[in-house]
């Protein structure tokens, strides 16, 4: 019975059991599209990544990302949190890897303590900021549970982002209302309906400003259709989101960073370092970073 090792991290985080956990299986090949679908839903994670060799020698590997239901063209806590597993396991890692994956290629930099030790990873998104349709008011407070009065509009309505994978963003009036969101199941399949494109993509992504300082951001989000009813720390979007607010923000040449936390109310805190670039010439580009911490090892059969 073939077996293979895997690894488990908490990403976007400095303590254990804390942040988002991650599976990863450092050398995935042999395993079928159905056995890696199968293992990701028996590890019950947000995701769970699969590294394999890459199909150009240049690139260090190509990293498959499997939520419990479906396979991800990019996702951020899996590059990070399989950058770090790497990198540790390398003995001497380069400062960068270069991923393969559906969305295009991730380039992943290694993150070092004070003392030199491995932290984390920073990823660089592999597509600039695109947005889609707009998402009406009422639709986002149904899904979240809150009222009408509870979704700002003033800096952005809600839309639909992406730098590799899509989110519907909206703005929350608060951090308490933000609080308050509660999914609901019935709302989500009734968007999902309604907008036939995002059916099986249909993740909101909430957001508020923490009130007295500027750059710093609390944040949920919510995934019910996709097996995820709330996640602790999502990068790709909190990417997305940063690469949102960079591109309204005024000014055509701006290099901005943003502290977002989520997964507070879950009881799971992350603290995720998200920066977007805008230029006048050009596209939005967005990374993500933080830390990581190891927590299981161990080996499957299938």
């Given at each position: 019975?073939?077996?293979?090792?895997?690894?488990?991290?908490?990403?976007?985080?400095?303590?254990?059991?804390?942040?988002?956990?991650?599976?990863?299986?450092?050398?995935?090949?042999?395993?079928?599209?159905?056995?890696?679908?199968?293992?990701?839903?028996?590890?019950?994670?947000?995701?769970?990544?699969?590294?394999?060799?890459?199909?150009?020698?240049?690139?260090?590997?190509?990293?498959?990302?499997?939520?419990?239901?479906?396979?991800?063209?990019?996702?951020?806590?899996?590059?990070?949190?399989?950058?770090?597993?790497?990198?540790?396991?390398?003995?001497?890692?380069?400062?960068?890897?270069?991923?393969?994956?559906?969305?295009?290629?991730?380039?992943?930099?290694?993150?070092?303590?004070?003392?030199?030790?491995?932290?984390?990873?920073?990823?660089?998104?592999?597509?600039?900021?695109?947005?889609?349709?707009?998402?009406?008011?009422?639709?986002?407070?149904?899904?979240?549970?809150?009222?009408?009065?509870?979704?700002?509009?003033?800096?952005?309505?809600?839309?639909?982002?992406?730098?590799?994978?899509?989110?519907?963003?909206?703005?929350?009036?608060?951090?308490?209302?933000?609080?308050?969101?509660?999914?609901?199941?019935?709302?989500?399949?009734?968007?999902?309906?309604?907008?036939?494109?995002?059916?099986?993509?249909?993740?909101?992504?909430?957001?508020?400003?923490?009130?007295?300082?500027?750059?710093?951001?609390?944040a949920r989000m919510f995934a019910p259709l996709g097996g995820t009813f709330e996640d602790p720390a999502t990068g790709s979007a909190n990417a997305a989101l940063a690469a949102l607010l960079t591109s309204i923000a005024p000014g055509d040449n701006l290099d901005l960073q943003y502290a977002i936390e989520q997964g507070v109310e879950m009881g799971r805190p992350s603290l995720i370092i998200a920066s977007a670039v805008k230029t006048g010439e050009g596209p939005v580009s967005a990374s993500v970073a933080g830390s990581c911490v190891p927590v299981m090892r161990g080996?499957?059969?299938?």
């Open positions: 019975m073939p077996a293979y090792d895997f690894v488990t991290v908490n990403v976007f985080t400095d303590q254990r059991f804390r942040g988002n956990p991650l599976a990863v299986i450092p050398d995935a090949a042999g395993l079928t599209d159905t056995q890696m679908q199968a293992i990701a839903a028996e590890f019950n994670l947000s995701e769970t990544t699969f590294v394999l060799p890459p199909d150009d020698p240049r690139h260090h590997a190509r990293v498959r990302i499997f939520t419990r239901t479906a396979e991800m063209p990019f996702a951020g806590h899996p590059n990070v949190g399989t950058g770090f597993v790497l990198a540790t396991m390398a003995g001497d890692p380069p400062e960068h890897y270069s991923f393969e994956q559906i969305a295009g290629l991730v380039r992943v930099h290694i993150l070092r303590d004070t003392t030199g030790a491995i932290s984390g990873a920073r990823v660089a998104a592999p597509r600039s900021l695109s947005i889609d349709i707009g998402i009406p008011v009422e639709v986002i407070a149904a899904c979240a549970g809150l009222a009408g009065s509870d979704i700002a509009t003033l800096c952005h309505t809600p839309l639909v982002a992406s730098v590799g994978t899509s989110f519907v963003i909206a703005e929350v009036a608060s951090v308490e209302a933000l609080s308050r969101a509660a999914p609901d199941l019935a709302a989500f399949r009734a968007a999902a309906e309604r907008f036939p494109h995002l059916a099986g993509h249909f993740a909101l992504h909430l957001y508020a400003w923490i009130p007295g300082d500027e750059r710093r951001i609390r080996t499957l059969q299938v």
